[in-house]
């Protein structure tokens, strides 16, 4: 028997999420995802009338692929990519890992080449097609929330199914006094920040583009950015862990930047996806 909290996410991916319709053609971006989910997923975009096309992905043949990728095998994979994006109307990516750190061997330099000839893909699904992206519970997300396999499916799936449409009309107090506000100062161990908002605006996160969802995000006016935040919870980013990051801000610039591993933190923040200027990032705050 399938596992009735598979189908009701499947539908509230394809009827809330993408609002699919008949006649569309949806991109399932599925990596490392159990067929069970993939098979649910398809029948709910086949349901409303929606023509769905499947990518199966597999984090180890994709920590290869990287390993030997150049600009002419990037360019190749750009424009074949762009190709399919162009001829689809929605896409959902599910991402899943039996790994966390599948592609922490995978040089860094690599890493930032294949992110930047594909960005033109990324740019297009972004602003052209209707679009969400979530991650598949796994056990490697469960022993990083300290919590076991079977308890962290179980808080997964509750709060991706919840009722975003509920959530929406919560969030609206937020979203207007963040529309007034100017000054946003950060005060927390670690952390003394001040930027401002003022003119930016702010966008509620009600599960169309991300689940689980939940923040209202704005963006600090540029060069306002002065002081040191601090964070407390490890990340992992392209396969590599890291704890205790600590950013240190002039002017909206990032002057210093240390964690666990401050090498690599660096190599990041000094490739496209990772430029210094806080400017090209977002602040979430949760309701």
């Given at each position: 028997?399938?596992?009735?909290?598979?189908?009701?996410?499947?539908?509230?991916?394809t009827e809330y999420s993408t609002a699919m319709k008949r006649g569309d053609r949806v991109l399932l971006d599925l990596i490392d995802v159990p067929d069970e989910f993939s098979v649910e997923l398809i029948r709910a975009a086949r349901a409303i009338g929606a023509t769905p096309l499947v990518e199966m992905r597999h984090t180890r043949v994709s920590r290869?692929?990287?390993?030997?990728?150049?600009?002419?095998?990037?360019?190749l994979v750009r424009d074949i990519e762009m190709f399919r994006m162009k001829k689809v109307q929605a896409y959902v990516a599910i991402r899943?890992?039996?790994?966390?750190?599948?592609?922490?061997?995978?040089?860094?330099?690599?890493?930032?080449?294949y992110s930047k000839v594909l960005r033109p893909v990324l740019n297009y699904r972004v602003n052209k097609t209707r679009w969400c992206v979530l991650r598949w519970p796994t056990p490697?997300?469960?022993?990083?929330?300290?919590?076991?396999?079977?308890?962290?499916?179980?808080?997964?799936?509750?709060?991706?199914?919840?009722d975003y449409r509920k959530m929406a009309r919560a969030m609206l107090p937020l979203q207007k006094r963040m529309l007034k506000a100017d000054r946003v100062h950060l005060k927390a161990p670690g952390t003394d920040l001040t930027f401002s908002i003022k003119g930016i605006g702010a966008q509620?996160?009600?599960?169309?583009?991300?689940?689980?969802?939940?923040?209202?995000?704005?963006?600090?006016?540029?060069?306002?950015?002065?002081g040191v935040i601090q964070f407390n919870t490890p990340?992992?980013?392209s396969g590599v862990r890291f704890e205790n990051i600590r950013l240190e801000f002039k002017d909206g610039r990032i002057i210093k930047a240390t964690s666990s591993n401050t090498?690599?933190?660096?190599?990041?923040?000094?490739?496209?996806?990772?430029?210094?200027?806080?400017?090209?990032?977002?602040?979430?705050?949760?309701v």
């Open positions: 028997m399938t596992d009735p909290r598979l189908k009701k996410l499947a539908r509230l991916l290869e692929i990287l390993r030997g990728t150049n600009h002419k095998h990037a360019g899943g890992s039996h790994n966390a750190s599948e592609t922490s061997d995978v040089p860094s330099g690599l890493m930032a080449l490697s997300m469960a022993q990083a929330a300290n919590m076991s396999t079977e308890a962290f499916e179980d808080f997964y799936f509750e709060v991706c199914t919840m509620p996160c009600v599960g169309l583009r991300n689940i689980p969802d939940g923040e209202v995000f704005s963006c600090p006016v540029k060069n306002s950015v002065n990340t992992i980013y090498k690599r933190l660096n190599e990041i923040l000094d490739t496209d996806a990772g430029a210094r200027y806080i400017g090209e990032f977002s602040l979430g705050f949760s």
